[in-house]
Nanobody, 124 residues
């Protein structure tokens, strides 16, 4: 069982930056692949980024490549999402999620644990 708590969201102007954090409970954090997803009002939840258990490999949605960076610190049981060059279309609730599969997934249905989400609002 893993409990996830996101933080770091807020209201920022377009072009600004935020760093989201997701703190995980439990002693087996390094056993889980981690991902970030987001959901805008009236839209489906979409994949943003994922990172392997060791942190050696990362994956991104095309819409965020070059602007978002996912990373993790297994000693601190934390995964991060650095968001730069924010755009109004990045406005959404951002969720971190964990899965115990051997492969990295971009599919929300394959993630077993979810945080409560943190709101990111970008003003133009």
């Amino acid at each position: 069982q893993v409990q996830l708590v996101e933080s770091g969201g807020g209201l920022v102007q377009a072009g600004g930056s935020l760093r989201l954090s997701c703190a995980a409970s439990g002693r087996t954090f390094s056993s889980y692949g981690m991902g970030w997803f987001r959901q805008a009002p009236g839209k489906e939840r979409e994949f943003v980024a994922a990172i392997t258990r060791s942190g050696s490999t990362t994956y991104y949605a095309d819409s965020v490549k070059g602007r978002f960076t996912i990373s993790r610190d297994n000693a601190k049981n934390t995964v991060y999402l650095q968001i730069n060059s924010l755009k109004p279309e990045d406005t959404a609730v951002y969720y971190c999620a964990a899965h115990g599969r051997a492969y990295t997934s971009r599919r929300a249905v394959e993630y077993d644990y979810w945080g409560q989400g943190t709101q990111v609002t970008v003003s133009s």
